[in-house]
């Protein structure tokens, strides 16, 4: 039962990653803004650890392979997302992007993991793309140059490299140190970033504290120790397939929260992801 639950939980979570990006980003610099984010995770995630006395990191060489998973799934997923939103890249197109992540997961699963990935689960995620595709079409816009395109295909390298990383490297650490451990070096070059660019602020208004608290406790504490947990238990190319259903899980989120119209290619789309992922999971 926790097998089926952890999944449906960790996607629902990671869904509503879109209200911080929406209601904090016309705030803040986008590394401003995840650096304060990071360091909240580490404080919180550190008294947790010390509470609970967690088992912290053996040696060096632990700590340095889940601090690299955290630099690539934390640091340079999310920096290139808020930052290529911020430079005016459509969400539509930002989640398509960052929606190819299953197909090169499957793709570099077998050569770096040995992972089988078999002609069912290709027909799925194919299948789980071209939901994608249509959930967001509506939301292809113009008007976006090259500077916000690239920081997207940089966030989904790093979400792609970073589950295949920690799936290889360090699939089993305590989800409190862990957190520590991925986060700490990402909050550090974050800072070095923000501290050269002059890119530091922040606008302290409700709608900042909102989103900033709801990306602390629901994104990276709840959704993101989801996510570690599908990564100690399942295939690579099996937690990547659940990506495919966060934009038609958004955009019935949108659609409660905010009224945004659902048109007959998003319904269509949403069931051809569910369908993909289904056949991608079995």
């Known amino acids: 039962m926790l097998a089926r639950f952890v999944p449906l939980l960790f996607v629902l979570l990671w869904s509503t990653g879109f209200l911080g990006a929406k209601f904090g980003l016309p705030h803040a610099e986008p590394?401003?803004?995840?650096l304060i984010r990071y360091l909240l995770v580490i404080t919180l995630m550190t008294a947790l650890a010390l509470l609970f006395r967690a088992r912290w990191p053996g040696d060096l060489r632990q700590w340095l392979h889940i601090g690299v998973?955290?630099?690539l799934m934390h640091g340079l997923y999310l920096s290139g997302v808020f930052i290529s939103i911020s430079q005016g890249l459509p969400a539509g197109?930002?989640?398509?992007?960052?929606g190819m992540q299953p197909l090169l997961t499957a793709t570099l699963a077998g050569r770096l993991l040995g992972e089988t990935v078999l002609p069912r689960q290709w027909t799925g995620l194919a299948l789980g793309f071209a939901g994608v595709a249509l959930v967001v079409s509506h939301k292809l816009g113009s008007g976006f140059g090259m500077e916000a395109l690239v920081?997207?295909?940089?966030?989904?390298?790093?979400i792609t490299a970073g589950t295949l990383y920690q799936k290889r490297f360090c699939p089993h650490f305590d989800w409190c140190s862990g957190a520590v451990a991925q986060f700490?070096?990402?909050?550090?070059?974050t800072a070095a970033i923000v501290f050269i660019t002059d890119g530091f602020r922040i606008d302290w208004t409700g709608e900042f504290v909102f989103a900033l608290g709801w990306l602390v406790l629901v994104l990276s504490v709840g959704a993101i120790s989801l996510l570690n947990w599908l990564i100690r238990h399942g295939s690579a190319v099996n937690v990547a397939s659940l990506f495919y259903l966060t934009p038609p899980t958004t955009a019935l989120?949108?659609?409660?929260?905010?009224?945004?119209?659902?048109?007959?290619?998003?319904l269509a789309g949403m069931a051809l992801a569910v369908w993909?992922?289904?056949?991608?999971?079995r």
């Open 93 to 98: 197109v930002a989640s398509l992007i960052v």
């Open 31 to 34: 590394l401003a803004f995840l």
């Open 253 to 266: 989120l949108a659609w409660l929260l905010f009224g945004e119209t659902l048109g007959g290619l998003a």
């Open 151 to 158: 920081p997207a295909f940089a966030a989904l390298i790093g």
């Open 69 to 71: 998973s955290g630099l």
């Open 184 to 189: 700490l070096p990402t909050a550090v070059i």
């Open 276 to 281: 993909g992922v289904y056949l991608s999971r």
